[in-house]
Nanobody, 121 residues
Framework: DVQLVESGGGSAQAGGSLRLSCAAS????????MGWFRQPPGKEREGVAR???????RYINSVSDRFTISKDNAKNTLYLQMNSLKPEDSAMYYC?????????????????RGRGTQVTV
């Protein structure tokens, strides 16, 4: 069974930084896209960033110059480096994985999702 476990959340001051990690375990039938989505209190889930099988990245506009997604294939770990944090970045952040074709708009519904880690700015 595939498991995604997030860590690295917490509290930060505005302008500060946090790095989220997502440890993946289990077998996925094909190389997956990996991504992060978030859910602010009382709001809908939204895709934040994703990295595809070729290492191409995509970000939501509000974080594109502040957040960086990366992955370490040897460690089966996905990262989200978050700099210049703003209060509006406060949310539960979730890791997600999708084998094969990954659709940006469907990121919060990808096949595999973690339980989330809270970020408060």
């Amino acid at each position: 069974d595939v498991q995604l476990v997030e860590s690295g959340g917490g509290s930060a001051q505005a302008g500060g930084s946090l790095r989220l990690s997502c440890a993946a375990s289990g077998y996925i039938s094909s190389r997956p896209c990996m991504g992060w989505f978030r859910q602010p209190p009382g709001k809908e889930r939204e895709g934040v960033a994703r990295i595809d099988q070729n290492g191409n990245t995509r970000y939501i506009n509000s974080v594109s110059d502040r957040f960086t997604i990366s992955k370490d294939n040897a460690k089966n770990t996905l990262y989200l480096q978050m700099n210049s944090l703003k209060p509006e970045d406060s949310a539960m952040y979730y890791c997600a994985a999708q084998p094969g074709l990954c659709i940006w708009s469907r990121l919060p519904q990808w096949q595999y999702r973690g339980r989330g880690t809270q970020v408060t700015v």
